[in-house]
């Protein structure tokens, strides 16, 4: 059973945009909250953006200003609008409930480009 399925990945320059989206189930998306995250290949998957169900929001430091994240509670469906993209954004993305909720979707690879 597909839980998670992100999308909107791909190769970008330095200073461009990309919107990432992620369709989730019922179950996780009316958890707690729904956040995205990213991995760099042989480190930790780190916490990018935060949204509570009741629409507070929270963000690491090194994407504040720049990405968004926001929710479409009728489509069960969390977005990460990233502006101002830099070469160490580049990662896989994913999205997942938070706290996480189960297993992990295949992710979207986002690559800047300098």
């Known amino acids: 059973q597909v839980q998670l399925v992100e999308s909107g990945g791909g190769l970008v320059q330095a200073g461009g945009s990309l919107r990432l989206s992620c369709a989730a189930s019922?179950?996780?998306?009316?958890?707690?909250?729904m956040a995205w995250y990213r991995q760099v290949s042989g480190k930790q998957r780190e916490l990018v953006a935060l949204?509570?169900?009741?629409?507070?929001?929270n963000y690491a430091d090194s994407v504040k200003g720049r990405f968004t994240i926001s929710r479409d509670n009728a489509k069960n469906t969390v977005y990460l609008q990233m502006n101002s993209l830099k070469p160490e954004d580049t990662a896989v993305y994913y999205c997942?409930?938070?706290?996480?909720?189960?297993?992990w979707g295949q992710g979207t690879q986002v690559t800047v480009s300098s």
């Open positions: 019922e179950s996780i998306f009316n958890s707690y909250g």
């Open positions: 949204i509570r169900s009741g629409g507070s929001t």
């Open positions: 997942n409930g938070f706290p996480v909720q189960g297993s």
